[in-house]
Nanobody, 125 residues
Framework: QVQLVESGGGLVQPGGSLRLSCAAS????????MAWFRQAPGNQRELVAR???????NYADSVKGRFTISRDNAKNTVYLQMNSLKPEDTAVYYC???????????????????WGQGTQVTVSS
């Protein structure tokens, strides 16, 4: 129903920057929240940044002041600008979206919660 495609990951030196993008497509009626998570080897997936349903933003303490989440509603796309990257930011970054998709029957909607395939971010000298 709803697919998320991430891009922008790669290898960067400590102190460098990267910008991740996540585009949602499919039978989208509305998107309530979009967020970025990450998972490092041996660790659980953790929230990095998100837009709440009210439009405000939340950040993990470890990225506050360095990462910025932004959104283009017309393109159903969310971005993550990552500055002052540290080796501990190394992880696979996943995009997440929650909202409503058009149902198979005319006039109906069904909830969705989708994940992207992930994009690798490696911070190393």
């Amino acid at each position: 129903q709803v697919q998320l495609v991430e891009s922008g990951g790669g290898l960067v030196q400590p102190g460098g920057s990267l910008r991740l993008s996540c585009a949602a497509s499919g039978t989208i009626s509305s998107i309530n929240t979009m967020a970025w998570f990450r998972q490092a080897p041996g660790n659980q997936r953790e929230l990095v940044a998100r837009f709440t349903s009210g439009g405000s933003t939340n950040y993990a303490d470890s990225v506050k002041g360095r990462f910025t989440i932004s959104r283009d509603n017309a393109k159903n796309t969310v971005y993550l600008q990552m500055n002052s990257l540290k080796p501990e930011d190394t992880a696979v970054y996943y995009c997440n979206a929650v909202g409503w998709a058009y149902g198979s029957a005319v006039g109906t909607r069904v909830p969705f919660r989708s994940w992207g395939q992930g994009t690798q971010v490696t911070v190393s000298s």
